[in-house]
């Protein structure tokens, strides 16, 4: 008998895990599960054993509570990545698979690491290419931990990056600033014809969306965009707010109390 396919997102936050299932019903989204567990402050700093059996233990409970159709991906704090952006040469027509080759090249003189231990993926824009790179080890570790846990792993990508889907869910303009705030961070990820200006910082010195506002760097534009914040505190300064709901049509479960908590699972 067939089984609707369900989406997971995991995403490791500093102090909890967190998972959000959903599925897709015809042209709408439907909010399954919202879960998260506790894990050790500063969990990145254990050895790799330690966080293996701890993040295992938390990821095989939670696969025995799912359906057996579903696919997940995993957000990565940017912190744990690099990226770059170059210029391409006016007279460089390269196309696949030379123009790979060529940035793996630029990448290997631009990135603090060898290329043989990074992982590269690249959007081409215009006439600029924007790298990102992880060590492949990551990548490995969290293969080979999904695989013991049973879950299929579709995708990998960087935290504040995926805001950018979840708002299209929610109708958003692509040319807008996505500020999202939770658990002692901020998260923001520019317009789409910025690819590369996104981040994430602690809030050891920035506590208000006033004060990050200068962080968030216009370029080649004279007109501001605009700046749509999400989270569960309220922000006077913000024009502009969405939260969770409005990329879910349809829910069945009890929602938690800080539901913005999980936006970067569910996106």
């Not at 599925?23 to 054993?49: A, F, G, M, V």
């Not at 938390?58 to 359906?67: A, G, N, S, T």
């Not at 600029?128 to 080979?144: H, T």
């Amino acid at each position: 008998m067939y089984s609707q396919l369900w989406h997971v997102g995991i995403d490791l936050c500093q102090t909890t895990i967190q998972l959000v299932a959903a599925r897709r019903s015809r042209k709408h989204w439907h909010l399954c599960e919202c879960w998260q567990h506790p894990i050790p402050n500063q969990i990145s700093d254990l050895s790799e054993n330690k966080k293996r059996a701890i993040l295992l233990d938390i990821l095989v409970q939670w696969r025995r509570k799912l359906p057996k159709n579903c696919q997940v991906s995993i957000a990565f704090p940017s912190l744990r990545t690099i990226k770059q952006q170059i210029t391409l040469p006016e007279q460089l027509t390269l196309q696949q698979p030379e123009l790979g080759w060529y940035l793996r090249a630029q990448a290997e003189k631009l990135f603090p690491l060898s290329i043989e231990e990074l992982t590269i993926d690249y959007r081409v824009i215009n006439r600029s290419a924007y790298l990102n790179g992880v060590r492949r080890s990551e990548i490995l570790f969290w293969q080979e931990l999904f695989q013991n846990s049973g879950f299929i792993l579709t995708a990998i990508d960087v935290a504040p990056c995926v805001l950018r889907y979840l708002a299209r869910l929610a109708g958003l303009p692509d040319e807008s600033w996505l500020v999202h705030y939770r658990q002692g961070e901020w998260l923001w990820s520019g317009p789409i014809s910025q690819p590369a200006n996104y981040n994430q910082i602690q809030d050891s010195d920035i506590t208000t969306l006033n004060q990050l506002l200068p962080l968030l760097t216009e370029t080649n534009t004279s007109q501001p965009h605009p700046v749509y914040y999400i989270g569960d505190d309220h922000q006077s300064q913000a024009k502009h707010s969405w939260n969770l709901l409005q990329a879910f049509q349809r829910y069945s479960i009890t929602l938690p109390h800080q539901l913005g908590d999980y936006v970067i699972a569910a996106a």
